[in-house]
């Protein structure tokens, strides 16, 4: 299971013209080849007008399943490149209908793949990138003297501050890096001097948006 990956929000669209032909750009996450393979069926359905609806997708820890569809264009000028776009991205998990509208210009293969790799970009783009972070999950409870203290430098830290329990004690709901427990531990330790509880919670991903310009 991988500590870090960056993948593409749940779903989206987007579209441009380029020299009279539509290009319709489609994103999804999936985490099976049978998800985005279904992904594809429904927009070929979706646009069974259309004049082509090329396709890739990579899916794996280890980007183990990677496939393109050129669906008519000419061999290389269009499923390819949209896979290159997501190996380029560092998309895990992510796969992307091109659905294109001919308009009577030729583009040529290299305008076809420029095209093709465009609408990927700007549907990836359009959709928004997430880096997606395996952390481990503290509740740390202290008396309410530490709590201004320890509230501070957690805000200001690296560590995910999620909410506080107030009771007799307060309990800060706290995740870190996995790998970074150690350090973590000790370094609340020193905060309070010792005078706190810290004990553990699950592990699970938690998403972190990515800048995409």
Same mark, same amino acid.
């Given at each position: 299971? !991988?500590? @870090?990956?960056?993948?593409?929000?749940?779903?989206?669209?987007?579209?441009?013209? /380029? @020299? &009279?032909?539509?290009?319709?750009? $489609?994103?999804? *996450?999936?985490?099976?080849?049978?998800?985005?393979? @279904?992904?594809?069926?429904?927009?070929?359905? &979706?646009?069974?007008?259309?004049?082509?609806?090329?396709?890739? $997708?990579? /899916?794996?820890?280890?980007?183990?399943? @990677?496939?393109?569809?050129?669906?008519?264009?000419?061999?290389?000028?269009?499923?390819?490149? #949209?896979?290159?776009?997501?190996? +380029?991205?560092?998309?895990?998990?992510?796969?992307?209908?091109?659905?294109?509208?001919?308009?009577?210009?030729? !583009?040529?293969?290299?305008? !076809?793949?420029?095209?093709?790799?465009?609408?990927?970009?700007?549907?990836?783009?359009?959709?928004?990138?997430?880096? *997606?972070?395996?952390? +481990? &999950? $503290?509740?740390?409870?202290?008396? $309410?003297?530490?709590?201004? &203290?320890?509230?501070?430098?957690?805000?200001?830290?690296? %560590?995910?501050?999620?909410?506080?329990?107030?009771?007799?004690q307060v309990t800060l709901h706290? *995740?870190?890096?996995i790998g970074e427990e150690t350090?973590? +531990?000790?370094? #609340?330790?020193? !905060?309070?001097?010792?005078?706190?509880? /810290? +004990?553990?919670?699950?592990?699970? %991903?938690?998403?972190?948006?990515?800048?995409?310009?």
């Amino acid at each position: 299971m !991988l500590n @870090q990956y960056f993948t593409v929000k749940p779903e989206g669209s987007d579209e441009q013209v /380029i @020299q &009279k032909s539509r290009f319709i750009g $489609y994103v999804k *996450r999936v985490t099976n080849e049978d998800e985005a393979q @279904q992904f594809i069926q429904d927009i070929k359905k &979706k646009h069974a007008d259309a004049t082509h609806n090329c396709s890739a $997708y990579m /899916i794996g820890e280890h980007d183990q399943i @990677q496939k393109a569809n050129d669906d008519g264009e000419p061999s290389g000028t269009a499923g390819v490149p #949209i896979l290159e776009v997501l190996k +380029k991205r560092q998309l895990k998990d992510t796969a992307v209908v091109v659905t294109r509208y001919f308009g009577g210009t030729k !583009l040529g293969a290299g305008g !076809l793949i420029r095209a093709y790799s465009s609408t990927t970009t700007l549907v990836i783009n359009t959709t928004g990138v997430v880096e *997606r972070k395996r952390m +481990k &999950k $503290y509740f740390v409870t202290v008396d $309410y003297t530490f709590l201004g &203290k320890l509230e501070n430098e957690l805000r200001q830290s690296h %560590y995910l501050l999620e909410k506080m329990d107030y009771l007799d004690q307060v309990t800060l709901h706290v *995740r870190t890096l996995i790998g970074e427990e150690t350090t973590f +531990k000790d370094w #609340i330790t020193n !905060l309070t001097s010792g005078n706190v509880e /810290i +004990k553990e919670g699950e592990d699970s %991903y938690i998403e972190v948006d990515v800048s995409t310009e």
